[in-house]
């Protein structure tokens, strides 16, 4: 009922906007020499060592690699299986593996599960990278974060046994929901959240 | 006596005198319920006596006993001394500002709260920009800041039939008066790049929460915040330093930040995770809280003495703008009148509303509308309902935020419940 309608005006509203966020962007984003000079440079080292967000291409990947052998071995010896159960599933923390949802599954029948439903291998690096396992973050080598990576992927079917992930093939992995969501329209200072929301 | 007092009073004597007749006599208007009062001073024990605490920090008096409570019946702290989502007591507000003390909190895992020493504190810009720089927090305070109000609220932020007190009901929503940098004065420092579209903004707690913000807002009214209510943002609250996306929902607002970094793409936080959807309905109202208001007097739990004059108030808020008008209905929808706003109301703040309102003592449903600068009108639970519902299945649940109009049943014996069904 609501999406049909919804969908041709938020293609319309995406198209009208377009225009001016490119403006808006060109105007107000451009770069510029420092104004009032307060505060110090960075340097290159120091910006690596904070810089743990990882976006979709992987380019903040540090070099390592793990396989899902070892992923196997570090989910038991790292304590995960003890709050997320011993197979991605029944513990106390969220679910690591997809549900049964049969053959010809859509990948969002598979419920909230991270490393199936994200639609970026990247995103699974960088939550167990920065967050993982409880109480002691930010502990895990990057090889240890390569490997659980990749056992997790193994245990959802998006990698086969064997598969070993480094830097370069883990942003090529593609999730089964790469293309599948939806992004926020292009977010403009005093526009309605929904044109005609709810009614 | 101003006119307008014995107007008044002359009023209440006839309510008074016409609901006697209708046969409501058993509910005494509420002035004549108080007895006759001889002034004295408070006996010498009831001084507060001056210590060094009064003198230093102040406190409340010990007859005000309004506090948070964790919310969703969640436990906070738990056995571990970890915080969970902390409700603030609505049902107690007056006046627009949230006390510090009071604030609303939320944690994205639950989260213990860091122990920040403000000197070893710093934040980086870096990514896509000419040049990435280092402030320590003497260097923020340095640069040109901003003071303004504006509401954090939690995209959770739910009534339920469950609940009986606006604290469950609203309470994850708060505001406060902010000073601090404008995200947009840094970003022009360091020299943007023009094909950057996003930040990810990033906090030093342990599972360290990041969100993409995008540049169109970054640019506009993003808040790097050290300030608070006049004295430094509380460690639940990101001590010594938040960012405030003001209107956007709670977890954007960034706690104990530590980094902006500009970047060309959507990236997929673990936060971002969170907000993923393949609707582009939910999609499109996953950002901005939409207008929203709540009735705080009288509300859920709250007893009404009896039949005569209340004035109704609460507080209206929006993610899109100022409030630019609420309404009221004391006959649960079927008409509306204008509240009048009281004060100024600000860009994403809350604003308080009141009503002058004579209470006949027969049951009734108060409600509260809230219509933005831009237009967007808060839409009845109805509405909502009607809106998330399909062909054939009839949605029981608003997904995304809800900002539907809350209702709140006054009973003839003067209790208020919570009507949504």
Not at chain 2, 142 to 153: A, D, G, L, Q
Request: proline share 7%; aromatic share 8%.
């Amino acid at each position: 009922m609501r999406s049909a309608k919804q969908w041709t005006a938020l293609k319309t509203l995406r198209t009208l906007l377009l225009v001016p966020i490119l403006a808006v962007g060109v105007v107000s984003v451009q770069a510029q020499s420092p104004l009032y000079g307060v505060g110090r440079t960075p340097t290159d080292n120091e910006i690596r060592l904070w810089d743990i967000a990882i976006g979709p291409k992987g380019e903040e990947l540090p070099v390592g690699n793990g396989s899902v052998d070892m992923g196997s071995e570090l989910y038991l010896s790292k304590g995960c299986a003890g709050c997320h159960g011993t197979l991605g599933n029944g513990g106390i923390a969220p679910r690591l593996i997809k549900r049964d949802a049969g053959p010809n599954a859509n990948p969002w029948d598979y419920g909230r599960v991270l490393p199936i439903r994200s639609p970026y291998a990247t995103t699974v690096w960088d939550f167990i990278n920065r967050a993982m396992p409880l109480g002691a973050e930010g502990t895990l080598t990057a090889d240890e974060v390569y490997s659980l990576t990749a056992y997790l992927f193994f245990l959802n079917d998006v990698v086969e046994d064997g598969t070993e992930l480094n830097e370069i093939t883990l942003p090529q992995i593609q999730m089964p929901n790469r293309t599948n969501w939806e992004q926020v329209p292009d977010w403009l200072p005093g526009q309605p959240r929904l044109e005609g929301y709810p009614y | 006596m101003s006119q307008k007092k014995t107007d008044r009073r002359e009023f209440l004597k006839r309510s008074a005198a016409v609901a006697g007749a209708v046969g409501l006599g058993a509910v005494k208007p509420a002035l004549g319920q108080d007895h006759e009062h001889t002034p004295v001073a408070p006996e010498p024990g009831a001084f507060i006596r001056g210590s060094d605490e009064m003198t230093a920090y102040g406190s409340r008096s010990r007859f005000v006993d309004s506090v948070r409570i964790p919310h969703g019946g969640r436990e906070s702290p738990d056995a571990f001394g970890l915080d969970f989502h902390i409700a603030t007591p609505l049902q107690d507000s007056v006046g627009e500002i949230t006390p510090s003390s009071l604030h609303y909190m939320g944690t994205t895992r639950g989260s213990f709260v860091p122990d920040i020493d403000p000197d070893e504190h710093r934040l980086m810009i870096h990514g896509m920009v000419d040049n990435p720089i280092v402030f320590s927090m003497e260097d923020l305070k340095r640069m040109p800041s901003v003071t303004r109000k504006h509401f954090i609220e939690c995209a959770g932020n739910r009534s339920r039939s469950s609940h009986t007190t606006i604290q469950e009901t609203h309470g994850m929503t708060s505001n406060a008066e902010w000073t601090g940098v404008l995200l947009s004065t840094v970003l022009k420092e360091a020299g943007v790049h023009a094909d950057a579209d996003w930040v990810v903004a990033e906090g030093v707690e342990e599972v360290k929460g990041a969100s993409s913000i995008p540049m169109a807002k970054a640019m506009d009214d993003c808040l790097l915040c050290y300030g608070m209510n006049g004295e430094p943002v509380r460690p639940q609250q990101g001590f010594p330093l938040r960012l405030l996306a003001p209107g956007f929902e709670g977890i954007f607002n960034v706690k104990w930040l530590r980094r902006i970094k500009v970047v060309d793409e959507y990236y997929m936080t673990y936060n971002d995770f969170g907000h993923l959807t393949r609707d582009p309905v939910n999609a499109a109202l996953g950002y901005q809280i939409g207008p929203k208001s709540v009735i705080t007097y009288p509300s859920g739990g709250q007893q009404l003495p009896g039949a005569g004059f209340y004035e109704i108030g609460g507080l209206a808020w929006s993610g899109g703008g100022r409030v630019s008008r609420v309404e009221i209905s004391t006959d649960g929808g079927r008409s509306w009148k204008d509240a009048d706003i009281r004060g100024t109301a600000e860009p994403m703040a809350h604003t308080r509303f009141s009503f002058e309102w004579d209470w006949d003592g027969a049951e009734c449903e108060l409600q509260s509308r809230c219509i933005d600068e831009i237009g967007q009108i808060q839409p009845s639970r109805q509405q909502a309902l009607d809106f998330w519902s399909t062909d054939g299945e009839r949605a029981t649940f608003v997904k995304g935020q809800d900002n539907s109009i809350q209702p709140w049943r006054v009973a003839s014996d003067g209790g208020v419940h919570n009507a949504i069904s």
